[in-house]
């Protein structure tokens, strides 16, 4: 079995209490860099442990040395900064993430997250899962609005070197021995939302045309990586707090996003939000759903008979051979996550390992 695997996961978990105290000190000035990283490091090969031991074949740091999803990633990329989030706003939470801007030419100044990608993988058996934000991250929130004028007079341009940064930043990765990049991209489910449309166009953008300018980046990024690299893409209608951004079926985006040159979509699917399943007709029988059944906003875990309802439902669409399950997001987007318990996350890793088995026997 290669990835993505029948039993996957997202990546960010939720941070133990020992690493936000840790990070509390060390913005105090009571704690060194060196002293935050030697727990960090602690803290990475625990959540390790507990992955393995559940049997999930996919393992990630937990994202626990991320302060954000996304933004620790693009803000070290040159001409990039960071400003406030003009919207669409998270309901339910007053406090809002700020959103990458782009300031100067953009290009990758050198390996990215890599180190900690190293770590993860000398202290794992299974197979080292790196996430990183996708190349349509740097347009969407702000979109043209967003871009320097003078810097990219031509948005051409613009694609042109976030796709060559990109493919340097992947390359990094491959040199370090990664064989499975998921690339983290709320952009197609955000675009199925009339409301976020209209901010496309304020921001001066047509939302029509965006999939494909998005698909064609992408394709640009991931093209030259080697053959042994499977390469996945997350989207979701945002997750931050246990709040959501946007709603919508993917019916509008999915034809195209399903051109992306990639090995399988991890699909959000936990509620009403995402639609129906409708718009799985259009997968490439050589690419893989990863359905997103298992919400991680809330800790109420789900029915396993109503999963596996769904599962029989999707394979009415997709064959079963195609299909994979997982949570329908991180656990924690942010460093301080979502609203559940740490046992609730465990459980919902667990029902989703299990539930596969019971599915995909062996293959699991």
């Known amino acids: 079995m ?14 133990p209490a020992s690493l936000i105290a840790a990070r509390a000190e060390r913005r105090a000035g009571r704690l060194s860099a060196e002293e935050l990283a030697a727990r960090e490091d602690s803290a990475v090969r625990e959540v390790v442990g507990k992955q393995e031991a559940i049997g999930l074949q996919a393992i990630t740091d937990g994202e626990f ?33 700020p959103i990458a801007t782009v300031t100067g030419k953009v290009s990758c100044p050198g390996p990215i997250m890599v180190d900690p990608f190293r770590f993860l993988k000398q202290v794992t ?23 320097s ?64 300018r998005y698909v064609d980046t992408i394709n640009a990024a991931v093209r030259g990586r080697p053959a042994g690299m499977a390469v996945t893409m997350h989207t979701c209608h945002g997750n931050f707090r246990s ?3 946007t709603e919508g079926g993917y019916e509008a985006v999915a034809e195209t996003m399903f051109d992306c040159d990639i090995d399988g979509f991890f699909m959000e699917f936990d509620s009403a939000r995402s639609g129906t ?13 990863v359905l997103g059944l298992v919400t991680t906003k809330v800790g109420a875990i789900e029915s396993r008979e109503e999963i596996l309802r769904r599962i029989d439902a999707a394979a009415k669409l997709v064959p079963l051979e195609n299909l994979c399950l997982s949570p329908q997001c991180g656990f924690a ?24 088995r019971e599915v995909w026997g062996t293959q699991a």
């Open 2 to 15: 290669t990835a993505p695997f029948r039993a996957d996961q997202v990546g960010s978990l939720l941070r």
């Open 65 to 97: 040395r991320r302060e954000y999803w996304h933004l620790d990633f693009l803000k070290l990329l040159n001409g990039v900064t960071l400003a406030e989030n003009p919207g669409p706003k998270f309901g339910g939470t007053a406090e809002q993430p």
């Open 125 to 147: 058996h299974a197979t080292a899962k790196v996430t990183i934000p996708s190349p349509s991250m740097l347009h969407l929130r702000g979109g043209r609005a967003a871009i």
């Open 149 to 212: 004028q003078a810097v990219y007079p031509d948005l051409a341009d613009f694609w042109d070197d976030v796709a060559q940064a990109y493919r340097a930043a992947i390359g990094h990765f491959a040199a370090a021995g990664c064989s499975y990049l998921q690339l983290d991209d709320v952009a197609f489910a955000y675009l199925a939302d009339e409301k976020f449309r209209a901010s496309c166009r304020r921001n001066g953008d047509d939302p029509a045309l965006l999939p494909r």
């Open 243 to 245: 709040s959501w951004a």
């Open 277 to 289: 399943f409708e718009p799985l007709r259009l997968l490439p029988r050589s690419k893989k759903v």
């Open 333 to 356: 987007s942010d460093a301080l996550g979502n609203k559940l318990s740490e046992d609730d996350q465990w459980r919902k890793l667990e029902l989703i390992v299990s539930v596969a």
